[in-house]
């Protein structure tokens, strides 16, 4: 995997773009002179936790022929104080479409966050990543 | 810090949004039925370590008064084989314009890397994060 980071402004302003042209922006916080130009970059990596648990939820009820009308997770995290401030703990919120079957989500989601996921994998283990499941 | 992560097709294309509206796009590979509609979520995890670092160095640098007028990192990285595949390893190539001292940009890039960045305090102390400098 290459991708590219560019500085796009005077300021902290940046895009990344892997090979096939398809790239985030990013931006540093308003109060270090960011113009919120993007995403920062510790929202970016809370993202990417939630993108590939997502990914691996997705397959897995995919096998077993369920279908996600609805389907979000909604991510809270706590941040140590100080410099560097890494996260302490990350929360995911999923939700399903109530047609879901609560034990084959909540499998999925275990299987996914434990066993699969290689953003989880490559974080800090002393992060403590928590989940619950809503059905809507 | 609250984000709210969306599925957007019937497959795996998913956007990310923060509290202010920012958002990132992601999606499964090709290979697992994704549509290329964004980066994979491990693209996106490297591309916040690249950005947190990149803040923190052009802040540095800032402080100095040096501004820069070309700065790009090119992000290589290396997984595990298997599942999960977590990165072992992730190089940035820093390019920064000549006219920056080369002492002063190693300064900035290895306290920002080491110290300060708060992406790189939250991956798993087993990923090696090495780096290299060019001056174009």
Same mark, same amino acid.
């Given at each position: 995997?290459?991708?590219?980071?560019?500085?796009?402004?005077?300021?902290?302003?940046?895009?990344?773009?892997?090979?096939?042209?398809?790239? /985030?922006?990013?931006?540093?916080?308003?109060?270090?002179?960011?113009?919120?130009?993007?995403?920062?970059?510790?929202?970016?990596?809370?993202?990417?936790?939630?993108? %590939? /648990?997502?990914?691996?939820? /997705?397959?897995?009820?995919?096998?077993?022929?369920?279908?996600?009308?609805?389907?979000?997770? /909604?991510?809270?995290?706590?941040?140590?104080?100080?410099?560097?401030?890494?996260?302490?703990?990350?929360?995911?919120?999923?939700?399903?479409?109530?047609?879901?079957?609560?034990?084959?989500?909540?499998?999925?989601?275990?299987?996914?966050?434990?066993?699969? %996921?290689?953003?989880?994998?490559?974080?800090?283990?002393?992060?403590?990543?928590?989940?619950?499941?809503?059905?809507?």
């Amino acid at each position: 995997m290459t991708l590219v980071l560019k500085k796009t402004d005077e300021a902290f302003g940046m895009t990344v773009s892997n090979e096939k042209g398809l790239s /985030i922006q990013m931006d540093a916080s308003p109060d270090l002179g960011g113009k919120d130009s993007g995403m920062r970059p510790m929202e970016v990596l809370a993202s990417s936790l939630a993108g %590939c /648990i997502s990914v691996d939820v /997705i397959l897995i009820l995919r096998k077993q022929r369920i279908e996600l009308t609805h389907y979000n997770v /909604i991510i809270d995290t706590k941040r140590a104080e100080g410099v560097p401030a890494p996260f302490e703990s990350i929360h995911l919120t999923f939700e399903f479409s109530k047609e879901v079957d609560p034990d084959k989500a909540e499998r999925a989601v275990k299987l996914a966050k434990e066993k699969y %996921c290689s953003v989880s994998a490559s974080l800090h283990p002393d992060i403590t990543i928590t989940h619950e499941i809503r059905f809507i």
